[in-house]
């Protein structure tokens, strides 16, 4: 079965500090990739999304994601977080139906 | 997302009781979903329904049912309610008409607690 990984569930990181969450996946075929974002009491917001073409994805709020098809990964980067990027972070992948990981949950400090 | 709306936002029940929960969209989509999620668990899929006359177990399907009465509207009931079923469920929908990429949207989600 389709499962999707992610480490370190959870992160404690400074203002202007970068943030990367790892994000691997199990299955071998094609796959369309995303990243939510869920802000303390609010549900999922989409952050990004990957389907085809350039494996370098832009997303809102300065988040990007990297596909790297050999690696099975699309881990989530941004060069500088912000107080307001704490927050709860799920990678899903989707071949026949969307799996979601088991987040990471982001605390920036001020 | 406004267009994806649950109710009720918070309910506590009893255990055997039986809980309806609702969802409705406005934003045309066909697909819809029901997920639960349970700290450090993630989301996990309930249920899902790609038209109205569709209804698929996902998951962890034990213990609900639903029922697709239109297509803006998705139900996830709770036959008799135990414990283990305090989480907070999500709706999400989605649609692959007009081009579209078949990306969920969620609603805000409804806290259900059991004692």
Same mark, same amino acid.
């Given at each position: 079965?389709?499962?999707?990984?992610?480490?370190?569930?959870?992160?404690?990181?400074?203002?202007?500090?970068?943030?990367? =969450?790892?994000?691997?996946?199990?299955?071998?075929?094609?796959?369309?990739?995303?990243?939510?974002?869920?802000?303390?009491?609010?549900? =999922?917001? =989409?952050?990004?999304?990957?389907?085809?073409?350039?494996? =370098?994805?832009?997303?809102?709020?300065?988040?990007?994601?990297?596909?790297?098809?050999?690696?099975?990964?699309?881990?989530?980067?941004?060069?500088?977080?912000?107080?307001?990027?704490?927050?709860?972070?799920?990678?899903?992948?989707?071949?026949?139906?969307?799996?979601?990981?088991?987040?990471?949950?982001?605390?920036?400090?001020? | 997302?406004?267009?994806?709306?649950?109710?009720?936002?918070?309910?506590?029940?009893?255990?055997?009781?039986?809980?309806?929960?609702?969802?409705?969209?406005? @934003?045309?989509?066909?697909?819809?979903?029901?997920?639960?999620?349970?700290?450090?668990?993630?989301?996990?899929?309930?249920?899902?329904?790609?038209?109205?006359?569709?209804?698929?177990?996902?998951?962890?399907?034990?213990?609900? !049912?639903?029922?697709?009465?239109?297509?803006? @509207?998705?139900?996830? !009931?709770?036959?008799?309610?135990?414990?283990?079923?305090?989480?907070?469920?999500?709706?999400?929908?989605?649609?692959?008409?007009?081009?579209?990429?078949?990306?969920?949207?969620?609603?805000?989600?409804?806290?259900?607690?059991?004692?």
């Amino acid at each position: 079965a389709q499962s999707v990984s992610q480490h370190n569930h959870h992160v404690i990181l400074s203002e202007a500090a970068s943030l990367e =969450l790892g994000c691997n996946y199990s299955y071998g075929g094609t796959v369309n990739l995303f990243w939510y974002v869920q802000y303390p009491g609010q549900h =999922l917001q =989409l952050l990004l999304k990957y389907f085809s073409g350039d494996p =370098l994805v832009k997303g809102i709020k300065g988040f990007e994601a990297e596909f790297i098809k050999s690696k099975f990964s699309f881990n989530l980067r941004k060069p500088s977080v912000q107080w307001s990027d704490t927050a709860e972070y799920f990678c899903a992948v989707r071949n026949n139906r969307l799996a979601f990981g088991k987040g990471n949950q982001v605390v920036v400090i001020p | 997302d406004a267009d994806v709306t649950q109710t009720p936002r918070n309910r506590i029940t009893k255990t055997g009781k039986r809980i309806m929960l609702e969802c409705s969209q406005t @934003k045309g989509h066909d697909r819809m979903y029901w997920y639960r999620q349970d700290p450090g668990l993630g989301l996990r899929l309930i249920y899902y329904s790609f038209d109205v006359k569709d209804i698929n177990k996902g998951e962890i399907s034990d213990g609900y !049912s639903v029922s697709r009465q239109a297509q803006a @509207k998705f139900s996830l !009931s709770l036959e008799s309610a135990i414990p283990n079923q305090t989480a907070l469920y999500f709706c999400a929908t989605s649609t692959t008409s007009g081009g579209e990429t078949d990306t969920q949207y969620f609603g805000p989600g409804t806290r259900l607690t059991v004692l």
